[in-house]
């Protein structure tokens, strides 16, 4: 209500006793139309006045009677979901109809194709430049073995990795079982081109992203793997 009033206080018109003499305050009717009322006040208050300056200040007005409207927020489209989510909607985990391992056969077929041309092995490879391959390979696909695990249930454990995590290996065994192996105090055996590698779990305790953007050196004090 205080609003509406002040703007009926603002738009009203000039007192009688003002109107009334207006020749003696020197109120003039506008000689122009109202939509040229401001061009015709810059060139009479503003000498030696630029054309390009006069253009830029017809741009610029300011509203006094037209409130300020907020553009409306639009809420950004989530495209992914955060680890809670992941975990709720039970991401990561396979069915229980999944859990087949000859439906994984085709898989370690690709990685053995996978990890060939990747260590590309000839009689005169150098060892520590296939070592420095192999720690940063996607195991995803290979056909591993348990040597050694604190846990002796695990040993001689063999099937293919389906998931590496941070801290274990998710593996299908040929008996349909899905075993969740962790890699610290474990000791995997991995064959492939007439090679077997050794992978030590305590320095693979990392994710397979993290692993492939590590700069490993060579040779190292502790083992982490040996082919």
């Not at 390009?52 to 300011?62: D, G, I």
């Amino acid at each position: 209500m205080a609003e509406n009033k002040d703007q009926d206080l603002l738009y009203q018109p000039l007192p009688q006793y003002v109107s009334g003499e207006k020749e003696k305050l020197g109120l003039q009717e506008l000689s122009c139309p109202k939509d040229k009322f401001v061009e015709s006040f810059l060139d009479r208050q503003i000498q030696n006045f630029k054309p390009s300056e006069k253009k830029e200040l017809k741009k610029s007005y300011l509203l006094l009677d037209l409130p300020y409207r907020q553009k409306p927020t639009v809420a950004k489209k989530k495209t992914r979901l955060n680890s809670k989510e992941k975990k709720a909607k039970k991401v990561y985990d396979i069915p229980p109809e999944h859990q087949k391992y000859p439906l994984y056969i085709p898989l370690h077929n690709l990685w053995l194709q996978y990890i060939k041309d990747l260590l590309q092995v000839t009689p005169t490879s150098n060892l520590t430049m296939l070592q420095k391959k192999m720690l940063k390979a996607d195991l995803h696909g290979a056909l591993v073995t348990v040597c050694k695990s604190r846990c002796p249930s695990y040993v001689g454990l063999t099937g293919i990795i389906l998931q590496e995590r941070k801290h274990v290996f998710k593996i299908i065994t040929k008996d349909d079982k899905l075993k969740t192996v962790p890699k610290a105090n474990s000791v995997f055996s991995v064959e492939f081109e007439g090679l077997r590698a050794k992978i030590y779990g305590n320095h693979f305790c990392l994710r397979s992203a993290r692993r492939a953007n590590k700069k490993f050196k060579l040779p190292m004090t502790n083992q982490t793997i040996d082919l």
